[in-house]
């Protein structure tokens, strides 16, 4: 660059050295020592770009802040809700509560509090309105006025009709796009990711003059809203991280939200190259500046390396690539970020502090915590099922009593316990040298275990695939034992939360989703029976849990044993197998939930019915627009979707 006009050199070299601290001091010399009206505006151009970009982290942390508030309020109004119902179930004084007015009395706390205890979906993140009920509030009695009575349930009406609609518009799940067959999520993650594109363009082409002289302040502003991006896109995929605990959205929840924000930070990288490419185009070259020079000056090599570096990431975290080569996206997907953040940090001294800040969460997420606090080995069984395709990994874990709470503060690992429906990260070293670095996911398949208890345990279905499960299956033909590394448990207890608040559970598997529902109904019925058998008489004035589990053939059911299934009907569990699939057909499952759902707003016209399923995409989005069917005709129900797969 040393052959450019002086003060196009100096605006060249401002940009690349210019900070928020210094910007401004820098921009006064050049703008004195150029006479040049449209050089002056490119000064103003990148000034304003750097003092913009820092008020997206301001709006961010202003989000977190509203979903925070959000999170907790309804955590708060849900165990008050929780304590007023035991209230009323324990003081019945001489007489007890009849069923009608407990009803009567649960209905009517629920329309006074906002009933989004939880976020409506387990992988996903969509909109989540109160619940409506469908009766009065407590306090009416018969010396409430008349009229003030018509007009409160009059307004609480209009307002439960636009409720009910507004949820099952957002539950709703789309067709998958034609042509490329894309699995879409529900209408309200859909408008979330939209949002969060709409921010994206905001801050783009806010006070951005579309013009050829104005191109360096075009591309210069998409390569810092790049680098502002990398914190909060390590942070949605960051295992161990705080928005969990602010928000209740555990990183699989926040997953579609790291997907669609990388694709969106690629894009911006290859609009800033393509920028730079225009401004060597248009000013560089017309002053005796070639194309082979402006590539091999030293800070344009390394921004084409970190641009190559995220493409690469882009195209092997493609949906099909993730599929046939699982084991080769978690290398690539490791390596090529480490390469890219380093490329970065050499490349522009003004993303360093981004970057580093990724590096910070990547290193603790993975070191610290991945590799240190929450990793535990253990020697595990292995059995090969009837159907001779999947592995049932038993282990037994001692469960440590002391410190209990500073490990679950720092982050706790198997031997601390776990909750239904969360999943652990499997190492099995003895496979082959290349799986002694890998970690694949699985949700925990057994009963979670109590306070009191000294050793729970553990169990993972492994159905055999190629890669790492496919390993497994031949390597369990041979031996009965091995060592496993056990790195968890992770995931949210969004699905167990909202049950544990409804008086029906419904809980639809797919296939090897019993893995997230058996857990998922023993958690949630002994939930039922804490909670309600206190008082009552019989099994049947308990509130009611159904198990749904459609299996492909027969002798899938060897996976939980047929004696685990006959317990959970012993205990009151309702438990429905269709005919096997591969003999039968698919089922309705439709018309399954449907008839549950009528039957229990036909016995209780107030009951609270809450359903979360786990299966293959079709059935998870089957159940989801049945529901949303529920929503719009009146029907109190919550529904949480627990997808498997990565």
Known sequence: MADLPGSLRDILAFSLRATTADTLVISQDISTNSSNPSRSKLVEGILFSRQFILSYQVVLLALLLVFTIRNWTNRLRA??????????????????????????????????????????????????????????????????????????????????????KGRSVLLYQPRPI??????????????????????????????????????????????LLFVANLPLLYLFAAKNQPIKFLTGYSYESLNILHRRLGEVMCLLALIHSAGMVGVWYSILRPVGLGLAQFLLIKIILLGIGALVAYELLYFTSLGSFRQRWYELFLVLHVSLQIVALVLLWFHHHGSRPYVGIALAIFLVDRLVYRMGLKVESLEASLEVTQDHG????????????????????????????????????????????????????????????????????????????????????????????????????????????????????????????????????????????????????????????????????????????LSEIQDLRDSGVEVIIPPPTAAYGKPDVSRLIESCVVSAATSNGHARIGLVCSGPDGMNREVRNSCASFLAGGYDIDVEIEKFGW
Not at 115 to 140: A, D, L, R, Y
Not at 185 to 211: C, E, H, I, K
Not at 420 to 435: M, N, Y
Not at 532 to 549: G, H
Request: overall charge positive.
């Open 178 to 223: 034609p042509l490329i067959n894309k699995t879409l999520p529900s209408n309200g993650t859909n408008l979330l990711v939209l949002a969060l594109l709409g921010l994206q363009v905001f801050y783009v082409f806010y006070r951005m003059p579309l013009s050829v002289p104005m191109l360096f302040v075009f591309a210069d502003r998409t390569s």
């Open 390 to 561: 999947t592995v049932l990994l038993r282990t037994l874990i001692p469960l440590e009593q002391k410190h209990r709470f500073l490990k679950r503060l720092v982050g706790k690992g198997v031997t601390k316990g776990w909750t239904a429906t969360e999943h652990i990260f499997l190492t099995v070293p003895a496979l082959s040298r290349k799986h002694v670095i890998q970690a694949h996911p699985f949700t925990i398949a057994s009963k979670a275990p109590q306070i009191a208890d000294l050793k729970a345990e553990l169990n993972l279905i492994v159905r055999a695939q190629d890669g790492f499960s496919g390993d497994l299956l031949r390597y369990a033909r041979s031996h009965t034992s091995v060592k496993v590394r056990l790195d968890g448990p992770y995931g949210s207890q969004n699905g167990l939360h909202m049950l544990e608040q409804c008086d029906i559970s419904i809980v639809v598997a797919g296939g090897s989703g019993i893995a997230v529902a058996l857990p998922l109904v023993w958690a949630a019925h002994r939930s039922h029976c804490v909670n309600d058998l206190e008082i009552c008489e019989d099994m049947k004035s308990a509130p009611r849990t159904i198990l749904i589990w459609v299996v492909r053939e027969e002798s899938h059911t060897s996976w939980v044993g």
């Open 79 to 164: 165990r008050k809700r929780q304590k007023q119902l035991q209230y009323l179930k324990g003081n019945t004084g001489e007489a007890r509560l009849s069923d009608s007015s407990l009803a009567d009395a649960k209905a009517g706390i629920s329309l006074a509090e906002d009933s989004g205890e939880v976020p409506s979906s387990g992988s996903t993140i969509q909109g989540n309105f109160p619940s409506p009920k469908h009766s009065v509030m407590i306090g009416e009695s018969e010396q409430t006025p008349l009229l003030f009575k018509s007009e409160t349930s009059f307004r609480d009406s209009i307002w439960l009709q636009f409720n009910q």
